[in-house]
């Protein structure tokens, strides 16, 4: 944001032909892009592409009621945001920021009033691209960003992929011997995966063992504080119970 900021106050064209830059949704982009990168809402394809057919709808809605009476003004707001959110919805990139520049060029902005149909390729490309770049240079010094840059189903194939099983070798004539890997590798494979699991299983038994330990001396802990609350609310109510009998039993020149 500090960047479109500065692009937009000291741009030397900008500042001469009076052109917009900055537009106010890319504030909501940036949560998304800076807080919650790994959500499909925030992957670079909902991001340029929401934005960019957001931007397209308001100005096709602005085109279309610019002459239209003051009184109807509100109309190609609220359609180029519906419009928008069909037209993600059938291309499945998802940006809810985006319904946000579609209200702004279709609301009569002044934005659009000097851009026209420009304003989707300026300003919101390349400031949509900028908040995408720097997401990418910040974001993968603590995580990975973009979790997938086309669909799920690229990123899906791709780390299915990258799975190989593993090759065992006994000795020089089996790496020499074509099926080998048909005799030895498979036995030697599922002798390995077996003791693993098997060691995977006694891990988990201690730890399931500790916890219920764990689990039972809390209960007993607190087993035992009931009990002591509950003798004190007995003995409490026995001392009340003989107070208010002595009291009525009082003889008359007592009381």
């Known amino acids: 944001?500090?960047?479109?900021?500065?692009?937009?106050?000291?741009?030397?064209?900008?500042?001469?032909?009076?052109?917009?830059?900055?537009?106010?949704?890319?504030?909501?982009?940036?949560?998304?892009?800076?807080?919650?990168?790994?959500?499909?809402?925030a992957q670079p394809r909902n991001v340029i592409l929401g934005h960019l057919i957001a931007a397209q709808m308001g100005v096709f809605m602005y085109e279309l009621f610019k002459h239209v009476e003051v009184s109807l003004e509100w109309l190609p707001g609220a359609l180029a945001v519906g419009l928008a959110i069909f037209f993600m919805g059938l291309t499945n990139c998802y940006h809810p920021p985006a319904g946000a520049t579609a209200y702004l060029?279709?609301?009569?902005?002044?934005?659009?009033?000097?851009?026209?149909?420009?304003?989707?390729l300026y300003p919101v490309l390349p400031v949509v691209l900028i908040m995408v770049s720097v997401a990418i240079v910040v974001n993968n010094l603590v995580r990975v960003y973009p979790v997938y840059w086309f669909?799920?189903?690229?990123?899906?194939?791709?780390?299915?992929?990258?799975?190989?099983?593993?090759?065992?070798?006994?000795?020089?004539?089996?790496?020499?011997?074509?099926?080998?890997?048909?005799?030895?590798?498979?036995?030697?494979?599922?002798?390995?995966s077996r003791s693993s699991s098997v060691d995977l299983e006694n891990e988990v038994n201690s730890v399931a063992g500790n916890e219920e330990e764990a689990q039972v001396a809390w209960m007993m802990a607190r087993i035992h504080e009931l009990e002591h609350e509950l003798n004190s609310l007995r003995a409490h109510h026995a001392h009340t119970v003989d107070v208010s009998h002595a009291k009525t039993c009082q003889p008359e020149y007592l009381a």
């Not at 609301?107 to 304003?119: I, K, N, T």
């Open 151 to 192: 669909t799920t189903v690229h990123y899906k194939h791709t780390t299915e992929s990258q799975v190989q099983a593993p090759k065992v070798v006994t000795s020089k004539e089996d790496e020499n011997d074509p099926d080998s890997d048909l005799t030895t590798s498979k036995p030697d494979t599922e002798e390995s």
């Open 1 to 41: 944001m500090a960047i479109i900021g500065i692009i937009h106050k000291y741009g030397a064209a900008i500042r001469d032909h009076n052109l917009p830059f900055a537009i106010a949704p890319t504030g909501a982009s940036a949560v998304l892009l800076f807080a919650v990168p790994s959500s499909p809402l």
């Open 105 to 120: 060029a279709g609301y009569f902005s002044a934005d659009v009033r000097r851009v026209g149909w420009w304003f989707p």
